[in-house]
């Protein structure tokens, strides 16, 4: 395969958002001070390959819709053969595997235990909704399980057991994956009447200003760090509503960049405002590169 076929199946533009998830996640996580340079490196790594390995067996298991639906696609196209995006797929999920591996020896992490079971847990969600998320309910939530589970295993790799906030941090960007992954579902269709499920894009703001509250009167900076994910999700409801696959699908990649916000809400809502800063910059990585390989 050619680079940029790869770069393609691979939607590599939205990696920004997964190194946002994995800072957000350890420092929400209690243990931000723990977190090195090299033990950030290897997590984004590993959450990376999980990613990425995880739009390879998405195009190699949905071969066959795509060529009804997508024909534009790699695997329909014949830019790629299904075998070989299936090897690509799986090979990036145990390299991930093996980076957290990696990371357990080298760092030695407070739940090393607790990080390989986070990491599986990922691997797990990623293959069973590539598998069977066509025309299953229940798919939304498991695509909402694996992004939850990058910030149950980048707190893992510094802290010894998952908090209360950050548990509650991660169901709110499992909820809003629902939304997003609800969403998508129309991208080749006008069903607007179903896409009342995407309000819960909504719900990180809801948790992100109740910890916000909770630590006490926040600063303004706080505040419109809250405000930015809560005002893109929005407008891109409203780029939703207005229907059509091309406004869907621009909702979608809306969405997809507006992770990374969500990770500054939460960001700021502990504290830690620099950090969100970072989390905001990825936001911006991933809407100029989606300009360049499209994000869905």
């Known amino acids: 395969m050619k680079v940029g076929t790869l770069l393609e199946l691979g939607r590599v533009s939205n990696l920004p958002t997964v190194w946002s998830n994995v800072l957000a996640g350890a420092i929400v996580g209690g243990g931000g001070a723990a977190l090195g340079v090299g033990a950030f490196v290897l997590l984004g790594c590993a959450a990376s390959?999980?990613?990425?390995g995880g739009m390879f067996l998405n195009?190699?298991?949905?071969?066959?819709?795509?060529?009804?639906?997508?024909?534009?696609?790699?695997?329909?196209?014949?830019?790629?053969?299904?075998?070989?995006?299936?090897?690509w797929g799986f090979g990036a999920l145990a390299l991930g595997l093996g980076l957290l591996v990696a990371l357990r020896a080298l760092f030695a992490p407070p739940?090393?235990?607790g990080l390989l079971a986070a990491g599986l847990f990922v691997v797990t969600a990623i293959v069973v909704y590539d598998r069977w998320h066509k025309g299953h309910a229940f798919s939304p939530v498991i695509m909402g399980a694996?992004?939850?589970?990058?910030?149950?295993?980048?707190?893992?790799?510094?802290?010894?057991?998952?908090?209360?906030?950050l548990v509650a941090c991660a169901a709110a960007l499992l909820a809003y994956l629902v939304g997003l992954t609800h969403a998508a579902r129309f991208e080749n269709s006008s069903a607007i009447g179903r896409l009342w499920p995407t309000a819960f894009v909504l719900a990180p703001g809801a948790v992100a200003l109740a910890v916000l509250f909770e630590r006490g009167a926040p600063s303004g900076l706080a505040i419109a760090l809250w405000l930015l994910p809560v005002a893109w999700a929005v407008r891109a409801l409203l780029i939703a509503l207005r229907g059509g696959s091309s406004r869907i699908r621009t909702a979608v990649g809306s969405l997809i960049a507006g992770i990374s916000l969500v990770d500054a809400a939460f960001l700021a809502a502990v504290g830690a405002v620099l950090p969100a800063f970072f989390a905001v910059g990825a936001?911006?990585?991933t809407l100029f590169a989606q300009r360049r390989i499209r994000g869905t």
């Open 59 to 87: 195009d190699a298991f949905d071969a066959a819709i795509d060529a009804r639906e997508r024909p534009e696609r790699p695997i329909p196209s014949g830019r790629a053969r299904r075998a070989e995006v299936f090897a």
């Open 146 to 165: 694996c992004r939850a589970g990058l910030y149950a295993m980048a707190a893992l790799a510094v802290a010894p057991a998952l908090t209360p906030t």
């Open 49 to 52: 390959s999980f990613y990425v």
């Open 111 to 113: 739940s090393g235990l």
């Open 283 to 285: 936001f911006a990585l």
